[in-house]
């Protein structure tokens, strides 16, 4: 036990961790612009910018999508039930067909295409949220500060009610 090292905070964005557009916000909400993030300004960090990136994400994004469907579950139900009638037919060669389908490219292939796929849609949401935070972090200073203005007037105004009672 006496061996233990102490532990290591691995957070992206601890206090001493924070990005330059956070600190900027804070410190000058009024000169925040908000930004628009979409998956097209994000997803050269899942491949790269290159063109074979590009054509993977916009691949990967295209079968998430497509597998994402009702037409989709349509065809899987046909092909399980082609695969159960191909098993109780006893005929081998379909049940062959079937599992191939199903069982090596389904799940060897389309599975890993659907994460990669998640993986862009989700860097796009992450840096939309991210985006979003900024601007609120904004805004809430601005309030923070607004507030306290109203503080400061709401006291002015008390001071000056009551110096005019005394007169």
Do not use: C
Request: glycine share 6%; hydrophobic share 45%; charged share 20%.
């Amino acid at each position: 036990m006496a061996d233990q090292k102490p532990a290591v905070d691995r957070r992206r964005y601890g206090p001493d961790r924070r990005r330059p557009d956070m600190i900027a916000a804070r410190e000058h909400p009024t000169a925040h612009e908000p930004k628009l993030v979409t998956t097209h300004h994000v997803k050269h960090h899942v491949h790269g910018g290159g063109a074979i990136g590009r054509f993977n994400n916009r691949l990967a994004v295209l079968i998430t999508r497509s597998v994402g469907t009702m037409w989709a579950a349509y065809v899987f139900t046909m092909i399980s039930i082609a695969s159960a009638v191909a098993v109780i037919t006893n005929s081998t060669f379909w049940t062959a067909v079937s599992v191939l389908i199903s069982q090596t490219f389904l799940q060897l292939v389309l599975l890993p295409v659907i994460i990669v796929g998640q993986n862009v849609i989700s860097a796009a949401q992450d840096a939309r949220a991210e985006a979003d935070h900024e601007t609120l972090v904004a805004l809430h200073t601005m309030n923070v500060r607004q507030l306290a203005m109203l503080e400061q007037q709401e006291k002015i105004l008390e001071y000056l009610r009551g110096k005019g009672a005394n007169v």
